[in-house]
């Protein structure tokens, strides 16, 4: 028993906290007000009725039926499927480039002090621009860019918009870590006349993957929420966030419908970060010689 | 140090096998719609292209794929812009994209839109211009349930009043203005793409489009009865009758391309096809429905037929044809846009728009053509046909 709680008990703590969740929507279901809980004219619980919360199993029964009753639909769960992997797809695209630009910003950031000081503050304030005012500025500049034969569609513009947002958290952690090595780390390095590309190699890189590994599951949450809401944005046809717009309309006839692309989207978060998992275990030996974290 | 390393090239070989294969690059724009066209067509469709005898044409809907542009989507599938020498591509709209900019932008050749919101845009330095006002009347409209006895726009007064807001409100500001209701008179409610609020009563009149949103609600089962709710428990404010209605999709194109005799041959073209498919979804609503439903609308069946036959009680039957711009009703949509304030007190337009915004010339040519070819325009012995919504518009 006990060898068994040690073995799995990750994947027992994982089932739990589900259920405890499932189980509180339920509960709160049967047992809260039906108005919901309101503090003067605020409402701080929302309401119970099917409409506003529909019942678990109903949510997940709803996977099962027709997506419309168009002859030969699919079933709601392989359109699901379908659109969070295509949703997957271009966040994964966009977290690539969101890293590759990252980690270059912030290796010329620790590079040279004077670009640190020049670039920093455009890197923070490009998080200030709300998506929805570059969405479709990057649609249509995009639609004038043709990259050697490559036309411009819109699923670049959505994974552009993912590494929008995944750029930055690679950026700054990358360069915290990268400037985290001790002083007398460096010193050393410097008395023995190495010179700055085999200290980056072999103290700054393996030194910065403890601030890194957080950045990048950072960076692939971002870029999901940029590929999703990117999508809202733009229109584009396919994933999760159209799905959103398009199910919304049954919310009042089908409210277990407009919840689908709201789990696709919270299976590919927890996908996404699994990935990341996966790195960090790779990464596991640097992180052993990496400072404390 | 070289196990760590291997390690590390799987784990990034196998993020970017995941990038590259979920991307699912064909090189085709998913904005674009790929309308199911029937097989004759999409035969003679390649043919034409392959034979190199098509123009290429790009349209930006206002929206994502539904039946309020089941005309344009007909006129694909059944090949009505291939006989007029276009190959029209369908862009979809989304959340944040105004097709008026994209269309004033250069990025595609027409665009549908709603005159008002146009007006605003042409005032700030928009060249474009209604070369086709498709719906001749409006389909929003503003409900109530039958308990809460608000059945004209004075009955608004002191109520929670929805509204989507983005231009959308309009209509309801100018009705309530002419009755004497000010905006500060209601409770402005923020309304979502759903009627939960409206349901739950946090909303006691929300505005409603007779073809999407009426029949949101006429989806829902009525807890009181455990049936569907019907028309019979509805109160609706009609603005077409309140007479505070604007006009809504128009086919819109670039006004300085218009001295360019090409563009205006196209431009005439380009409408003859679309108006043409307005007629076939008239005539068949149920294959109207189908091509926009295969054309990837996610609607429900039974919804996206209702659309379509609600859309068509908007074209049909049509006063002078269909596509001609009312001199009434388009200075009916003017004056409402200058002299209506919003709640920041705002209007749409300070002064009188351009009359390069609008004109005649090009539909009053494709009706010529489309008289001369036996289609009828005006479809005067139009009869909407019955559609029984399903629960959640399955």
Redesign the interface.
């Known amino acids: 028993m006990a060898q068994i709680w040690t073995r799995f008990r990750a994947v027992i703590l994982g089932a739990v906290g589900v259920a405890a969740v499932v189980a509180s929507w339920d509960l709160y279901k049967a047992l809260g007000p039906e108005q919901g809980v309101l503090i003067g004219d605020t409402r701080i619980l929302p309401?119970t009725?099917d409409?506003?919360m529909p019942h678990s199993w109903e949510m997940l029964q709803r996977f099962t039926e027709p997506?419309?009753?168009?002859a030969g639909a699919p079933d709601a769960f392989s359109t699901v499927y379908d659109a969070s992997?295509?949703s997957?797809?271009?966040a994964?695209?966009g977290?690539?480039i969101g890293v590759v630009v990252g980690l270059l910003l912030a290796l010329v950031m620790s590079r040279f002090r004077i670009i640190e000081s020049a670039l920093l503050p455009w890197v923070v304030l490009s998080q200030t621009v709300p998506l929805?005012a570059i969405?479709?500025l990057v649609?249509?500049w995009g639609?004038a860019v043709e990259i050697g034969g490559?036309?411009w569609?819109?699923?670049d513009s959505v994974?552009v918009i993912a590494a929008y947002l995944a750029f930055f958290p690679v950026a700054v952690g990358a360069l915290r870590g990268l400037k985290s090595p001790e002083a007398t780390h460096l010193d050393l390095m410097r008395a023995f006349g190495i010179g700055w590309w085999r200290t980056l190699l072999t103290l700054r890189i393996p030194a910065s993957v403890p601030y890194l590994l957080p950045a990048l599951r950072l960076g692939a949450a971002s870029a999901v929420i940029g590929a999703v809401v990117a999508e809202?944005?733009?229109?584009?046809?396919?994933g999760l966030g159209?799905?959103v717009?398009?199910?919304?309309?049954?919310?009042?006839?089908?409210?277990a419908?407009?919840w689908a692309p709201i789990f696709g989207a919270v299976a590919i978060g927890l996908v996404a970060a699994g990935?990341i998992g996966?790195?960090g275990?790779?990464?596991?030996?640097?992180r052993l010689t990496g400072v404390a974290q | 140090?070289k196990?760590?390393t291997l390690?590390?090239g799987?784990?990034?070989a196998?993020?970017?096998l995941?990038?590259s294969?979920?991307?699912?690059?064909d090189?085709?724009?998913?904005?674009e719609?790929d309308v199911a066209a029937n097989k004759d067509c999409a035969e003679r469709t390649q043919e034409a292209r392959d034979a190199d005898e098509l123009d290429e044409v790009s349209l930006q809907l206002q929206?994502?794929?539904q039946a309020q542009f089941a005309g344009y989507y007909a006129a694909v599938a059944e090949c009505f812009y291939v006989d007029e020498g276009l190959d029209v591509k369908i862009v979809?709209?989304?959340?944040?994209?105004?097709p008026q900019?994209?269309l004033a932008?250069g990025?595609v050749d027409y665009a549908i839109s709603w005159v008002p919101k146009v007006l605003g845009s042409i005032e700030q330095g928009a060249k474009i211009t209604n070369v086709a006002q498709i719906f001749e009347r409006s389909a929003t409209t503003q409900i109530s349930f039958k308990d809460k006895d608000i059945t004209k726009p004075a009955d608004l007064k002191g109520k929670a009043v929805g509204s989507w807001g983005f231009g959308n409100e309009w209509e309801l500001f100018a009705g309530m203005q002419e009755a004497g209701v000010g905006v500060g008179d209601i409770n402005l409610v923020q309304q979502?793409?759903?009627?939960?609020a409206f349901?739950?009563g946090d909303i006691d009149a929300a505005q409603a489009m007779t073809y999407?949103e009426y029949a949101?609600?006429l989806?829902?089962?009525n807890p009181d009865t455990g049936k569907l709710y019907t028309p019979a428990d509805l109160n609706v404010i009609d603005w077409n009758d309140v007479g505070s209605a604007m006009l809504q999709d128009a086919i819109w194109a670039q006004t300085e391309k218009l001295s360019d005799a090409d563009y205006e041959a196209q431009t005439v073209a380009f409408i003859k096809a679309s108006i043409k498919g307005w007629a076939f979804v008239r005539d068949n609503p149920e294959d109207g429905a189908k091509i926009v439903?295969e054309s990837?609308?996610?609607?429900?069946?039974?919804?996206q037929l209702w659309m379509t036959n609600e859309v068509n009680k908007l074209l049909w039957p049509s006063t002078n044809g269909v596509g001609i711009i009312d001199d009434a009703a388009w200075k009916q949509t003017v004056d409402i846009a200058l002299h209506t304030k919003n709640e920041t007190g705002a209007s749409i337009i300070s002064k009188e728009p351009p009359a390069s915004a609008h004109t005649n010339e090009y539909v009053e040519k494709a009706l010529a053509e489309l008289e001369a070819d036996g289609v009828d325009t005006k479809g005067a012995g139009f009869k909407p046909i019955e559609v029984e919504l399903?629960?959640?518009?399955?």
């Open positions: 309401r009725t409409l506003a997506v419309t009753s168009l992997m295509f997957l797809g271009l994964a695209r977290w690539l929805i969405a479709p649609r249509r639609s490559h036309v569609t819109s699923e994974a809202v944005s733009i229109g584009l046809k396919g159209r799905m717009i398009d199910y919304a309309v049954a919310a009042s006839g089908d409210p419908k407009p990935a996966l790195l275990l790779a990464l596991r030996p640097f | 140090m196990k760590p390690k590390l799987v784990a990034v196998a993020l970017a995941v990038a294969g979920c991307g699912s690059d090189g085709k724009n998913s904005s719609v929206w994502v794929s979809e709209g989304g959340v944040d994209i105004v900019d994209v932008s990025d979502a793409f759903d009627m939960n349901l739950a999407n949101q609600v989806e829902t089962v439903a990837g609308s996610e609607l429900g069946t039974s919804h399903k629960e959640g518009g399955k």
